[in-house]
């Protein structure tokens, strides 16, 4: 599988692969602004200092001296700085004790768990089975398909020993299991009535990879992979075209992410592969990342293993495959989509926590009326199945809070003080919309009408990061015509879109004189007659280039 | 975690380490009775022969001059045969290519995402969150904690080589997580206020184990382990109580498995534990499966790692520590529990297909009725939240389908002929009470009455499964008061309960005379004074001890 194949540009992380302790990031909060009066709930309390034990290193902490310590590094100052900063400090993923390996933590996974709940959803209703291949593949299976073992053999992590032996053949941890699967489809598959078999395994993987980037490109990494075979090459290319288009809706109706689908060029397809189809995500530093891609394997690796089938007359035949993937990388993509220098944003379909409710109160006996109409609020919302969490604690400001749950991107946060307990209402903030012109204040929260209220907020601000995100996507394409205008765009830090039938040697020239490469041919082609931008010979299509993850 | 810890005293299950074809188990279906006109249902058709494709060895293939060769091997006269015997047969699951590995098939697959969803929800339910660790743990930290390291080294699989190069540390692949948790628990505990901290991840670990058996003991196998890290070690013991009994409630309410639960003698504790709390199940040949455990860590782990935290008077500490598993072994336990001769049988609330439809007819004209009636069956039935599945293909006659469903372990069958459609009626079978005794005709589809019959008989079977396992399990204890008594109940492959206060020498001379081990002292212990069963001594508590998987 291809999703995360292409070599990473961007810089290490580095962690010792010791059992030594590792230096930390910082886990302090920036301090954006401080929580101002400017509502019906209640101000003063949110200025109240609480001290913390000095030097434990805990969840963030925030104190008004460090105002000025703003550790979350803009993102415009320096785009890879700021990813890692978002990742540290909303505690979606740490470092693990070997080199290039990641440790996803609670939030994080429960981004990942979204993921996998529509998407397994998705798999099901299109036919597929879940099941569980083993992740020791014999070393001999890898050689068996010529193109696979050459884009896979480098990157390799290898058991030798097991239960204080050697071994008498080297074991391969998987880097992805187009070999083991096609060992045990020839046992499975005998007639045309077997076909077609479409399976899903949910599964770790293993690829050693030199430059890594936590959910980007990481030594191991969690993903799905479907595997299917079927009986004609037309079915094949149904299925390799149908799982794209899954991922597409996905990406575009769940993580509000405009990526373009395609065709990868023959130079990026698949090892193993015939055809690759892959969906190309725009990056907030412009950078394309590989978020799903989708193989016709064609014949390939059924003739590597003998995978065959009597068809209706008799005929024994080679089936057509197809195999399809998207991983943690996609984690990686939501972060680099929507976040900004506040922290992360979070597209409602995909929060783990969609609402977050903020008591404020200053005086004690305005304590348990606030509480109580917290809970019930919390109450409704859940009741309507809206993802939702109070922060009650009492250690932290309500303007830390604040602070706090933006970096974590949850989309909305609802704000109850002692003054919206008597009005019954509410003060509504929307994480996408900064500042007053995000506020809503007095929303009644009788049942009946607060509840479509909140939904229709997130579904507005589910658009509206869509909307946002594909802007900034057009406005970042240049339309070019010759391999000046193409180096052009890509020294811009823009994606080029041209009429493209040149040769592959022209495709690795323009990679090694720009770092730009053909990211797809887009499904979506101009109408008309085109020419070549290197060649001027007559093309047929436009491709995308772009510099990438 | 030592849910797969204990050797095996059964048969390897020989599977090749190469890439060479493997010699496959028959995979024909046991004939044996034929579908016979008993029902409203028309019958003619039953005995339809279907010609197959001879040389291929496809899905179960039934052909009446097959009648006598039985290929399910009777439980009663051979266990273990049986049991792969079903595996095979109701394809949960196969032999990966690497010795000791699994391949698990969808329907597999399906019982242990049952499993998930129940257990998923209940740790959530109880304050866990999931998340993940990376497989690969430096070799050093496995030698941290001393009784660990002699506990797992013989069974580890090492990774000696990555990206082509020789690794300068061996690395583990995970045979249990407690070393790399407590190494990132250092870097998120600082003050009691970060505790507890209760995690959970649902992975997969591998074992070097030498006699493998498909589900109950593989090289590598899945499973969820929770961590979790508290301040005190009420809290700890609290925790490691609470999952035992979270795993308890599961097998008895969703695999209706009358496990017994208790703590484990000091022998047969996990590696690094200060208490294991263990589930045990009786199998159908009386053997005893550890089916889930949980350790109270105390501070061994915590002191072998510096995992500390600051407490409320400014004292450091070092945290107190649980983990819980249950894997896939499980499933091997629902098998050898509930299963018999005729093939698996599933507890209602885990099986994958909790209702299959059958639908009968011999003229063409019928056709069209009877189908429309299946699916309109389908329908109400899927719309109250059933598993239902209509077998409709036209390649086997209903006596294949009454005998392959049967195998499958499927709850409940409804049957619906021609007489059926124009009664509005349909016939519905049992499972778990063979022949006619558990067929009931005319049961009417009208919706209101039809739902809450359906919804019964799964809720009977469910319990009548409980019921029948326990009258087993209380039917194959033997309480003893001496060892001779001991030794004879073991003799008869029974278990024994009888008081116990010896050393472990003489706990592990029982093991070298009987084959037996203390199961579990069991938290149910009867009232009144004892006398240790060895040595005359006054014992506090009786133990269980048996033969066990």
Redesign the interface.
Do not use: C
């Given at each position: 599988m291809g999703a995360l194949r292409l070599p990473s540009l961007t810089s290490l992380f580095n962690s010792s692969?010791?059992?030594a302790?590792?230096p930390?990031r910082h886990l302090h909060l920036p301090f954006r602004r401080l929580y101002t009066a400017n509502c019906s709930a209640q101000s003063s309390t949110a200025e109240k200092e609480i001290s913390s034990?000095s030097?434990?290193?805990?969840?963030p902490k925030l104190k008004p001296q460090q105002d000025k310590d703003r550790v979350i590094t803009p993102r415009s100052q320096d785009f890879n700085a700021w990813y890692l900063d978002i990742i540290a400090n909303a505690e979606l993923a740490?470092y693990?004790?070997?080199r290039g390996?990641?440790?996803?933590?609670?939030y994080?996974?429960?981004i990942?768990?979204a993921i996998q709940d529509y998407l397994n959803a998705k798999f099901k209703e299109t036919g597929h089975?879940?099941?569980?291949?083993?992740?020791?593949?014999?070393y001999?299976?890898i050689e068996k398909e010529a193109s696979h073992v050459e884009g896979f053999?480098?990157?390799?992590?290898?058991?030798?020993?097991?239960?204080?032996k050697e071994?008498?053949?080297?074991?391969v941890?998987r880097p992805t299991s187009e070999t083991?699967v096609n060992?045990?489809f020839?046992?499975?598959i005998?007639?045309y009535?077997?076909l077609p078999l479409m399976?899903n395994q949910w599964?770790?993987v293993?690829r050693?990879e030199?430059r890594t980037k936590p959910f980007v490109r990481t030594?191991?990494f969690?993903w799905q992979e479907g595997h299917t075979a079927h009986a004609t090459p037309e079915e094949a290319e149904m299925e390799a075209l149908q799982m794209i288009d899954v991922y597409t809706k996905f990406a575009y109706e769940q993580a509000a992410i405009p990526v373009i689908a395609g065709r990868k060029s023959k130079v990026e397809t698949f090892a193993g592969a015939s055809k690759t189809y892959t969906i190309e995500a725009m990056m907030g530093d412009r950078k394309a990342l590989q978020a799903g891609t989708s193989h016709n394997l064609g014949q390939n690796f059924s003739r590597a293993f003998g995978t065959q089938f009597?068809d209706e007359n008799?005929q024994r035949e080679h089936v057509w495959q197809t195999s399809w993937a998207i991983s943690t990388r996609f984690i990686g993509g939501i972060i680099m989509t929507h976040g900004d220098d506040t922290g992360l944003m979070l597209p409602p379909k995909l929060a783990p926590v969609q609402v977050i409710i903020i008591p404020i109160w200053k005086k004690a006996d305005e304590r348990t009326g606030v509480l109580n109409a917290t809970t019930s609020v919390k109450e409704i919302l859940e009741a309507a199945g809206i993802k939702v969490k109070i922060d009650d604690s009492e250690?932290r400001t309500p303007g830390w809070k604040f602070n706090f749950w933006e970096m974590k991107g949850v989309p909305l946060r609802i704000e109850i003080g002692p003054r919206d307990v008597s009005s019954g209402s509410v003060v509504v903030s929307r994480r996408d919309i900064p500042g007053k012109q995000g506020k809503v204040f007095g929303i009644s929260t009788e049942s009946s009408s607060f509840v479509p209220y909140v939904k229709d907020k997130l579904d507005e601000i589910q658009s509206s990061l869509l909307g946002v995100a594909t802007s900034f996507r057009d406005s970042n394409i240049m339309d070019v015509c010759s391999y000046a205008e193409l180096k052009e765009a890509i020294a811009q830090g823009k994606w080029a879109r041209g009429p493209w039938s040149a040769s592959d040697n022209d495709e690795l020239k323009v990679k090694e004189e720009t770092g730009a490469t053909i990211r797809c041919f887009p499904f979506e082609q101009p109408q008309g007659s085109k020419k070549c931008l290197m060649t001027g010979n007559p093309a047929d299509e436009v491709a995308i280039f772009a510099k990438s993850y």
């Open positions: 692969s010791s059992a302790a590792l930390r034990t030097e434990l290193e805990g969840p740490d693990g004790p070997v390996t990641m440790v996803i933590r609670p994080g996974y429960a990942w768990e089975s879940n099941m569980y291949f083993p992740q020791f593949i014999p001999s299976f053999s480098p990157e390799l992590a290898l058991v030798t020993i097991g239960g204080g071994l008498e053949e080297k074991l941890v083991i060992h045990m020839t046992q499975w005998h007639s009535r077997d399976i599964a770790n293993t050693w030199m030594l191991e969690l009597t008799g250690q």
